[in-house]
Nanobody, 128 residues
Framework: QVQLEESGGGSVQAGGSLRPSCAASASIYSSQCMGWFRQGAGGDREGVAAIASDGRVAYAESVKDRFTISRDDSKSTMYLQMNNLKPEDTAKYYC??????????????????????WGRGTHVTVFS
């Protein structure tokens, strides 16, 4: 069973940057489809970005050209570089991992929350 732990959230002024990371505990990390989704105060979950084991990536339109997802397989860690943050990016960010068999669907529709394993989340607050 993959265990995931996020870190690197925080509070930042609009226009600033943060780089949350997600450490995976299992050796099967390299075969996993991984991604980030966020949940705001209203409770809705929004897929933010996803990355396949072969490096294919996908982004929500709301974060495209501002966020970059990456993974370092040697460290079993995934990252989300967030630049030019906006107050509407304020949310709790979760990393997720799941079988590569569903990655095509995850990438196409950004349905990151369908992935089977989630971390506990890290808060990101952007103030104006």
């Amino acid at each position: 069973q993959v265990q995931l732990e996020e870190s690197g959230g925080g509070s930042v002024q609009a226009g600033g940057s943060l780089r949350p990371s997600c450490a995976a505990s299992a050796s099967i990390y390299s075969s996993q489809c991984m991604g980030w989704f966020r949940q705001g105060a209203g409770g809705d979950r929004e897929g933010v970005a996803a990355i396949a084991s072969d490096g294919r990536v996908a982004y929500a339109e709301s974060v495209k050209d501002r966020f970059t997802i990456s993974r370092d397989d040697s460290k079993s860690t995934m990252y989300l570089q967030m630049n030019n943050l906006k107050p509407e990016d304020t949310a709790k960010y979760y990393c997720a991992a799941g079988s590569g068999l569903i990655c095509v669907s995850v990438l196409e529709h950004l349905r990151v929350s369908l992935l089977g394993e989630w971390g506990r989340g890290t808060h990101v607050t952007v103030f104006s």
